[in-house]
């Protein structure tokens, strides 16, 4: 299956700046920049309520999978002892509190949603390292390369039926609701690990079939957090259906973003190795809507990773050589249309957020958040 | 860790009769021989109202996992041809139903519990039996083994999530609250299979430990199969609670017997290997039960399998070294005390039964069904 969709391709190619060693996204839309939102202040908010409950969640756990489980959020090191780990950048979290606020509910309503999202999102990452063969995550070693594979299938089991009892325990009619949608966002999920998994034998990957694999393994659970506070806050499913939107749209927009970060991120900032998605041959946006784009420098691409996927030599490539597939990516428009990707995604977010009324501090901070998801560096 | 409970060990060392090949357990309760219940019927029933559910949600996942689903259940073989596969008893989506009418309600209103039932149980095969590395299930090469461990793991979590979907979808408040009790199940499911890994590196097992996992591993589902129905059906939570109280008890009756299979059952009947769960070194109750009696026979018992478990000849024995084994089991009592042990909690079950009102012919057929689960031979 090899059907591109010349149609969403890149439309500006070839006019990329070169030599940018960060992502060019758009600065924070007019809407937000007017407020003063504290978008740190927000995420430590997010994590401070949901941290706890999470721990305590975790802590149900019999051993040891309480202790794998502790080491997987980087509670505690491989030896057991404390840490401090990287807990990522808890934007899912922030967003199921506000969710709660948007309803005109208090934050603390949405959180066993944000902990249900969380500990869901933290079982896929265990199963997909597992299946990617993934051997880091967070600069740390994974669980299946620590504990071994049982233990990533068991706890990853175990904190996905966590979830679940963390939301339904309430026994509320707006539990059983948020349980529903969890329940649609994680098969979601485990339809895009599907797909991601499918297209890795494939030499081509259409931009749709990207867009649609990116919104089932990040929107979708983005969705949810977005739409999960205001169910356990009692919204009814108009408002629920646009947060949900407002999340999905944010996803891709968060995905285009991190798919430009994997090729030309700052390695300082997101702690991965310089063109990352490159060296693991990810058919990432910017990769596909190269190839999408036709014309001398993508039909140039399109023959040189060909080439790659048959060389032996693949894995001691130079520094120059990803850097000269960077710059035909680049030079093909693959760059610049997933940085208007991420425009458009966070500009349709952001307009979903106009079919529903809501406290206008909380549209707000939806907007800073919606806007510092396409400027991170990280 | 090896405290041996002495007071829960057999209780008749040495009365075994030899040779048998079935497991001695009683003939049927007074209570349902008196009524004429057709058990092949029931179970049939559960199958027929539950299967074309369940091939519905199965059909709803995203290819190729459709595809290793209708594998795993038998509904095709490896080439992807259409199968008539081996289905299991069909125990659980029987229960599910009759639940239902326990509670007053048409045997329909359990079917989505029936289904999400089946679900949870086919998710812990297909990820046991990658963790166990068992290549064989139901006469046929499992999962794992025909399309790879990824997609174990993935259709594994797909099954999960699709039993909260076909659960969740009525909407209805008795359906978060029958979610609610199928995730404690799921939870035990998980605990169950946590500690058979870790029972795996030890030596030694007590008769207590073992009669937890098992409890967790088979108990609670079977308990959640034996209420879900009645919650669907609006039953209150302590009719709800005595027939979990019934099931998990069966569930334990039924773990027994199995264990009486699994060293002595017919292998024409079993479609197992001879003294199956001796070659694959499992702690099971009779093995446990025979180690905890102590005397000369279970001293014997625990100095051979001590030697066993360092033997690099074990996977050669022969039949009469596994027989003396078996024989040694006996001798000490575990085999009497597992088959005891299943008596005692057919006992319990139907005395839960006791503790609601339900229709006297449903009585019946919860009776016969636990009669049948004692007395089957594979």
Known sequence: MSVDLQGTGPRTPGTATRGESVPTVPPASPAASETAVDVTELLERGRTLATPVLRAAVDRLAPPMDTVAAYHFGWIDAAGNPADGDGGKAVRPALA?????????????????AVAVELVHNFSLLHDDLMDGDEQRRHRDTVWKVHGPSQAILVGDALFALAYEVLLETGSVEAGRAARRLTTATRALIDGQAQDISYEHRERVTVAECLEMEGNKTGALLACACSIGAVLGGADDRTADALEKYGYRL????????????????????????????????????????????????????????????????????????????????EAGGRDWTAEEARRQHTTAIEALDEIRMPGEVRDQLVALADFVVVRKR
Chains 1, 2 share one sequence.
Do not use: C, H, Y
């Open 97 to 113: 509190v506000l969710s709660a606020q948007a309803a005109g509910a208090a934050p603390e309503v949405g959180v066993p949603g």
């Open 251 to 330: 996803g891709l927009a968060f995905q285009a973003v991190d798919d430009l970060l994997g090729i030309w991120g700052d390695p300082d900032a997101t702690g991965k190795q310089t063109w990352s998605d490159l060296r693991q041959r990810k058919k990432s946006l910017p990769v596909v809507a190269a190839l999408a784009a036709g014309g001398p420098a993508s039909e140039r691409l399109g023959r040189l990773l060909a080439e790659d996927a048959k060389s032996s030599d693949f894995e001691n490539f130079s520094e120059e050589e990803f850097a000269a597939r960077a710059a035909l990516i680049e």
